[in-house]
């Protein structure tokens, strides 16, 4: 790794007031770090799902700060996801090799099911909008075919008849000589009405054109949602007296100016998941914890993640969904369907199921009062005392515990011979197990030691299961951030600019050309410094990484090797491979050499510190734990009710040690401690909860 400090510049737009604004499922969160006035403003609005931009100015104006004074304005979307995940996407054709026309929908050997034997798949674009030209180009980047270019302009004129919006141009190759994929582009920009052209290589600069492809798909198609959104959002603020630039989160954990977010409309795919990955290494770096498993519990479903030492595992091998893979550079967040609003039922075997149907935010779960009639995990925590029905946010009209227990016992217990508390306690239990198992996948499963691994809770609903989940996979200590509910936000706030860019080689180590492999990667940092140039707000350093993805000749997954520097020969490269292998999986096979498939770059560009101290105002915290306490209340632990001290968590001491069970409740989350429990606060307003046996 290597870093370059830049001079400080007059005209550094990013001043004393930086919003971090997160649309989830469920609410939008948003953060105001008031770096002149010394105050953070916090705000949690309902999501609004016909136009986000309408929650957006809402939780600005929920602040009371003026909308006018902000400096800079980050944003977390799930619009590309949710289009992508819905299959609501604009009209898109594809024009591709003689041939080939099927590739994004041939896929991989795979199955939606491993033990299934049927199952469905629905192609990004259908065959009817998917067209073949003459051009053939060798994997050696020899043109084999010249391109036709009458073809190319008769597929042109025909996609737009059928009424496509966007075009995605994917010829075989293209990685290995773009030639034709350019000259296409350009023959299609003379008639295309817009700028929604995607060419694979400039996406996706790596082998396998079923990847490629789809993700090229995937980045027309969202294109003109992204930029619809994006206006609206810039007329809405503009509206409320906000003149400047807004930054956008992407999936790899960096941001980018609205202005230039569109052209590579699916690296923000995941930018929501990956904000809050971001500010827990920002966090755990900071509390001295560099090794963490993140835990973001919402209200439709539970992503994790891993971070070690302070920095989040990045992949550009996500699959968001059965044959959907998107493979540009994303934070690897594994997610399930399991949230605050997952529905519990019983099955016709007559077992207790939670999710992966949710309420949502709209009835929302039965405590919402908002005419939900399902229970959910979140009516579980109520009903066992977990929740406090004064505390829920956004409440249409209130309803009783006794109403909602009475649910769980008329849909739950009597198919299942439990009462109504009992079956909340196997609802709330169930939902445990099953994002155990979620963290399970980026642990164990990926040859880590959760013991070595402090978990980072998050989100609207994940401090409430932490300690559970903590003790039931062995993790030794629990981090709890200042602002739980607002972490994503937070994250928008503390993320740095990035870009990062793929180049496949596919080559035996033993033949690799030592300076073209210098070349790419130097071409790699001239890029990025040159995008992050063309930002609105200048960063204090920039910090370029390189890697290396590789694997033995004869194998087909590959590991990522970092690189020291450019400037690598072949021996070291061998070298570094077997020794991350060994570290993987601790085995040597120094008789089989390795292959280099694809040069990796990352371009970030430091923002300035962000003081944490400050989330929690010092102002309002009381000088004793006993000042703290609202009230004592039963809550039910591992089947039984216990008397469990409550205590309004902004105004603990930071020198308090409080012994489990106890609630900790404050407007964006609610922490619980378990019996044998024992928290701690550190100087930012972290809690530590180290668990009991």
């Not at 350009?186 to 060419?199: D, F, L, Q």
């Not at 963290?439 to 164990?444: G, Q, Y």
């Not at 070595?452 to 989100?459: E, K, P, S, T, V």
């Not at 061998?574 to 120094?590: D, H, I, N, S, T």
Request: glycine share 10%.
């Amino acid at each position: 790794m290597n870093e370059k400090l830049l001079e400080p510049a007059n005209d550094l737009s990013e001043g004393n007031a930086v919003a971090g604004i997160d649309v989830g499922g469920t609410f939008t969160d948003l953060i105001l770090i008031d770096s002149g006035g010394g105050r953070v403003h916090i705000a949690k609005t309902p999501t609004t799902l016909d136009n986000q931009a309408f929650g957006v100015v809402s939780a600005l104006g929920e602040t009371g700060f003026p909308i006018a004074n902000i400096d800079l304005i980050v944003h977390g979307t799930t619009t590309t996801t949710n289009a992508v995940l819905e299959r609501r996407l604009a009209k898109t054709g594809m024009i591709t090799t003689r041939g080939f026309r099927d590739i994004i929908e041939l896929g991989r050997r795979t199955r939606p099911q491993a033990y299934g034997m049927t199952g469905s798949f629905v192609p990004v674009i259908p065959r009817n909008l998917r067209f073949e030209v003459s051009e053939r180009m060798e994997a050696s980047g020899a043109v084999r075919t010249p391109l036709a270019e009458t073809e190319m302009r008769d597929a042109v004129a025909r996609l737009l008849a059928a009424g496509c919006e966007s075009l995605v141009i994917h010829f075989l190759h293209a990685y290995a000589n773009p030639a034709h994929e350019r000259r296409a582009a350009e023959i299609a920009a003379e008639t295309w009405p817009n700028g929604y052209i995607t060419t694979g290589h400039s996406l996706l600069s790596e082998a396998r054109e079923f990847e490629r492809g789809v993700t090229a798909a995937v980045n027309a198609s969202v294109q003109p949602i992204l930029e619809r959104y994006v206006e609206k959002l810039r007329a809405e603020l503009a509206a409320k007296g906000y003149a400047r630039e807004f930054l956008i989160m992407n999936g790899n954990g960096g941001m980018i100016s609205a202005r230039f977010v569109t052209k590579e409309a699916a690296k923000t795919v995941m930018s929501g998941p990956a904000s809050g990955v971001i500010a827990a290494a920002y966090t755990g770096r900071s509390a001295s914890y560099p090794n963490l498993v993140t835990y973001d519990m919402g209200g439709t479903s539970t992503d994790v993640a891993l971070v070690r030492n302070a920095e989040p595992a990045v992949s550009n091998e996500i699959e968001i969904e059965y044959a959907m893979p998107i493979h540009v550079p994303m934070v690897a967040v594994h997610t399930v369907g399991a949230g605050g609003g997952s529905i519990a039922r019983v099955d016709a075997a007559g077992l207790i199921q939670v999710g992966p149907e949710s309420a949502g935010a709209a009835p929302g779960p039965i405590c919402y009062g908002r005419g939900g009639t399902e229970p959910t995990l979140t009516d579980a925590n109520l009903v066992l005392g977990r929740l406090s029905p004064k505390k829920l946010l956004s409440v249409d009209n209130p309803v009783t515990i006794e109403h909602v227990a009475g649910i769980f016992d008329d849909k739950i217990g009597i198919a299942t011979g439990l009462s109504g508390i009992e079956a909340a306690g196997a609802v709330l239990r169930l939902g445990n197990m099953k994002m155990a198992g979620a963290i399970r996948m980026v642990s164990v499963a990926r040859g880590h030691d959760p013991r070595d691994f402090a978990l980072f809770a998050f989100g609207g609903a994940g401090p409430l299961h932490a300690s559970a989940l903590a003790r039931e996979l062995g993790l030794p200590k629990v981090l709890v951030p200042a602002r739980p509910g607002i972490t994503n936000a937070l994250g928008c706030v503390v993320a740095d600019m990035r870009h990062d860019f793929v180049n496949t080689l596919n080559q035996p180590v033993a033949v690799l050309d030592e300076t073209k492999v210098q070349a790419i990667l130097e071409d790699h940092r001239r890029e990025g410094e040159a995008l992050i140039a063309k930002e609105a707000i200048r960063p204090q350093v920039i910090r370029v990484t390189h890697s290396a993805d590789m694997q033995f000749i004869g194998q087909t997954h590959i590991i990522n090797v970092p690189l020291p520097s450019p400037a690598i020969d072949r021996q070291t490269l061998q070298g570094l491979f077997e020794k991350a292998y060994f570290a993987r999986f601790k085995v040597e096979l120094p008789e089989i050499r390795a292959n280099l498939v694809n040069l990796n770059t990352s371009v970030t560009g430091v923002r300035p510190v962000v003081d944490l101290s400050r989330l929690i105002d010092p102002a309002g915290r009381k000088a004793t734990l006993e000042e703290a306490l609202n009230e004592t209340r039963p809550v039910w632990f591992n089947g039984a009710w216990h008397d469990t001290p409550v205590y309004a968590r902004e105004k603990l001491p930071l020198d308090a040690t409080i012994e489990g069970p106890a609630i900790l409740e404050q407007m964006d989350a609610t922490t619980v401690l378990e019996p044998g429990d024992r928290a701690n606060s550190d100087a930012d307003g972290n809690i530590i909860i180290e668990v009991g046996a």
